[in-house]
């Protein structure tokens, strides 16, 4: 109980703070260091896509605390409970921007956030649901190379109105023989990140499988929804809301399923679909 009670008067200590606003869900960021503190407010600028704005006052539902050290090795909090512990610097700025995602993600409003790799295509919208480590990333990257708009290589975020809403991060790449990913923004493929909601009308559900065919299977509407489902952030907090927003995506949009082999084969194949659907 000590160790707790001292753990909260360091973040309450922390004079150098800022509180923002994201898909209806308030967070105040905080740091025992000025410098330390315009890092923070750069990191959730990018890892937001700059979808946020800055509130006045203290006051918020959710926290993030970061405790700089003499010697490199710091702490960070969330919501009052540490969840990295005396770990070096380059370490915690790096889970800061990830975990801020999620506590949006998970808690806002009016908003579904799927796990998925998002853009447009002269206004139609094309998700690609799946989990961490399929290649959403990547194929992501080759459709906007393409001449997609770039919405987001990590959530669809969807309305009630079946839309999908910008959330434009740099997107999360592993380049040649590197194992640890870097960050790129969409302008260096010579894309152009949405600004404005678009309906979603093709949902692609693939991972990348060496030296298989594309061939798609179309799913139903309930078949689609029991996917995408399956990638959602808020299905256990907001479980009527998520399905009632799920169920109008698989009604307006046509979902198909394939392994693919490599990504700008696949992102042509994807661009070849939607312009043969009759929209």
């Known amino acids: 109980m000590p160790h707790r009670r001292a753990q909260a008067d360091i973040i309450d200590s922390c004079k150098y703070q800022f509180t923002i ?20 407010h750069d990191l959730a600028s990018s890892a937001l896509g700059g979808k946020y704005k800055l509130l006045d006052g203290a006051n918020a539902e959710h926290t993030f605390t970061h405790i700089r050290k003499k010697d490199g090795n710091d702490d960070l909090f969330k919501d009052g409970k540490l969840i990295a512990e005396e770990r070096i610097r380059e370490s915690v700025l790096r889970q800061f921007p990830s975990d801020l995602r999620i506590t949006v993600a998970e808690f806002a409003k009016r908003k579904v956030f799927v796990h998925a790799g998002a853009v447009s295509w002269k206004g139609q919208g094309i998700i690609l649901p799946a989990n961490s480590g399929l290649g959403k990333s990547t194929l992501t990257a080759e459709l906007i190379k393409l001449g997609a708009k770039y919405f987001s290589d990590e959530y669809a975020v969807l309305d009630e109105q079946g839309r999908i809403h910008p959330l434009p991060k740099p997107l999360s790449l592993v380049r040649g023989v590197e194992t640890i990913k870097s960050e790129f923004k969409a302008e260096e493929f010579g894309a152009t990140p949405a600004k404005r909601p678009v309906p979603v009308k093709l949902v692609v559900l693939t991972e990348y499988k060496p030296n298989v065919k594309w061939k798609t299977q179309i799913l139903s509407t309930g078949q689609s929804v029991l996917e995408i489902i399956r990638s959602a952030v808020p299905t256990r907090r907001f479980p009527e809301f998520t399905l009632s927003v799920l169920n109008l995506v698989a009604r307006q949009a046509t979902a198909v399923k394939s392994r693919r082999g490599e990504a700008a084969d696949t992102a042509g194949r994807i661009i070849e679909l939607i312009e043969s659907l009759d929209l």
């Not at 606003?21 to 923070?40: M, Q």
């Open 21 to 40: 606003e994201s898909f209806g869900v308030s967070v105040r960021i905080g740091c025992n260091s000025a410098s330390g503190l315009r890092k923070l």
